[in-house]
């Protein structure tokens, strides 16, 4: 048996039908609800195979529909604690970096003209790079990488040491300076007094400088913690300082290996915050407890997944 139709995320699929797993059927009504893990690659419908999806034929028999609405006796509880990742998850962080290389730069040309007049920025990225080629620790904390760069380029130019200290500084106030998507601080405000909110971070965001440390009751930074995710631990971690299970936390993150792969086998669930349309996730096999745009898709999947009663 053949079925054709339109997007099942588009009100005008119409006029087929709802499978049930005892082969019965009836007509579908309306919108399906819940567009997680089971959306075909261009997010037509919930197929997980791009060879399924609906707005081509296919055998139903291979179809697997979710409820339009979850049975409340097989619903969730709301999860206990929400932990979030921060850069490209919250903010864009690439255009900041630019910015506080660039500041940096201009401090350099200020205090310390002789690495500037040695260095580009290009330069003084790539020998950063090379540095990390051959001490790959530095990983675990890039602003340890960029101070040894820094040390390095001054030693070569003949510079003071000292003055590292103070352009790190000009460094991370730049870098700081991060503007949150638009969804984000509204989001934050409606989970509030829902759930505890911690974030797990591999980079070096101070949430104190941002402005956004009231949101979040715990924040585990790898840089200090001493591990990075995927390790399973920096995300045990984050759960044990919420006190919660890891059971019982759902974690968000835009990188589909290092946030959704890694809480998934550490025991939460993972939620792919997927503000770019990206179809990585086939790419490396992973499969997201959830995909959203943003914190208003986010919220829509937990109010749909989760029974309100149960909070």
Known sequence: MVARGRCAGTAEWKNTHHFSAFGKHRPCLGLYHGVTTRLCPVRHCFSASPSLCLIRPFPLTKLRFRKPYPDMSTRRAWPKAILFDLDDTLWPIAPVILQAEQAL??????????????????????????????????????????????????????????????????????????????????????????????????????????GLAHHFKVTVAAPEFGVAKPDTAIFLAACEALGVAPEDAVYVGDDVLLDVQGAQRAGLRAVWMNRTGSTRHLEHDVVPDAIVRDFDELLDWLGREHDEART
């Open 105 to 210: 730069f201009a401090w350099l040309r200020e205090h310390a003209p002789r690495v500037a007049e040695r260095f580009t920025i290009d330069s003084l990225r790539q020998a950063r790079l090379a540095l990390l080629a051959r001490k790959p620790e530095f990983q675990l904390d890039l602003g340890k990488l960029r101070r040894a760069g820094l040390l390095a380029a001054f030693e070569e130019a003949g510079e003071e040491a000292g003055k590292v200290e103070h352009a790190m500084a000009q460094f991370f106030a730049a870098r700081n300076a991060v503007i949150p998507y638009d969804d984000v601080l509204p989001g934050l405000l409606r989970l509030k007094n829902r759930v505890l909110v911690g974030s797990i971070t591999n980079g070096n965001a101070d949430l104190q400088t941002i």
